[in-house]
């Protein structure tokens, strides 16, 4: 191929690759759902795969995501694990539930990142003060690592105020969603004066509506 051919092959591509660009700048940028009282019924920890129920919103809110171009991760904290409450491999099983029930419903998870530690568990190996245990930032930073996320550039959707800190705390912006406990938890910040999330939604549904209209 001769030098010619080349750039006059490169001007044809260049709107090509200005969208392309613009993909992967979006790529770049996440948004991080909580996953129980966010993505599925709160109910404590999950013992029987049985009682997991995933809300009838979550793959709505998912695929939006998807269809905007952003990752769309789950971060959770399961310290049933490591508390001997649960089998790991259960938190694993739950978690290929909850991305088959979003699949059947149109959205795709790109990934769920837990943690089984508790500085107080009964299971030597998950005891200690980790650094992914929400409000800690370790399961999102893991993430971005491997995904290429710009942290600062995305968005974390919980129910609990370490959902809202974690983002914080990795300059994501923050949106508390009043599913699961997150109606007692607004009261108990309100109260205690705990950082306030960037916005505060019914649902993750809405959470991710006021998310793509604020990017
Ligand atoms: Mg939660
Ligand atoms: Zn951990």
New binding site residues.
Partial sequence: MTRLSRSSDLSVRRPAARLRDAALATRKRAVFFDRDGTLNEEIGHVRDAADFRVYSFAAQAVRLVNEAGLRAIVVTNQSGVGRGLIPESLVRRVNRQLTRQIAAGGGRLDAIYY???HPEASVERFRMV????KP?S?LLETAAREFGVDLAQSFMVGDRFVDMLAGRSVGARSVLVLTGVGPRELEDGKNSGTTQPDHIAEDAYKAVQWILANL
């Fill in positions: 943690c089984p530690h980790c650094g992914c245990r800690a370790g």
